[in-house]
């Protein structure tokens, strides 16, 4: 199956959406089934970084680890997840736009299934992340362009 993707224009420039989307504490402010992330390691983020990720995935919270595998500031990002039965793989852009006033974010994200995840991956992971997605990047939007009102 292909990749779910989605994208949307916020106003805000490249610099300031790419800060915000690779700081891993805001996860939770505008991803829908995040309910806490923290970073595994220490010193600048990149590239071999670590983050745990606990998500909602239906009545329970269950850990993700993720590895940062592209860092490109302020243009790409991509994690993969590293652990659990259901592991992400997320890649995100951003495009200026309006002379770098603007910016059109996009996120893929797909799935891998291990073991019991082979089955959770098209009967919840794919389901949830397609209602969630489009949620996600608005949620995204609406906090980005309202940041300090």
């Not at 779910?4 to 915000?20: M, N």
């Not at 071999?48 to 500031?73: F, K, L, V």
């Amino acid at each position: 199956m292909s990749a779910i993707r989605e994208e949307i224009v916020v106003d805000r420039t490249p610099e300031d959406v790419y800060t915000y989307v690779t700081d891993f504490s805001h996860v939770p402010e505008w991803q829908l089934s995040a309910v806490s992330a923290e970073r595994l390691d220490e010193g600048p983020f990149g590239e071999g970084s670590r983050i745990r990720i606990m998500r909602r995935i239906g009545t329970r919270e269950i850990p993700m680890t993720m590895e940062c595998t592209e860092y490109e500031p302020p243009y790409s990002w991509g994690l993969h997840g590293i652990d659990g039965p259901v592991r992400a793989r997320v890649h995100g852009e951003i495009e200026p736009l309006d002379e770098g006033r603007r910016s059109r974010v996009t996120m893929e994200l797909d799935f891998e299934g291990h073991g019991l995840g082979k089955a959770l991956v098209p009967l919840v992971a794919r389901p949830q992340a397609r209602k969630e997605l489009p949620r996600d990047e608005q949620i995204l939007k609406d906090t980005l362009e309202h940041a300090g009102e």
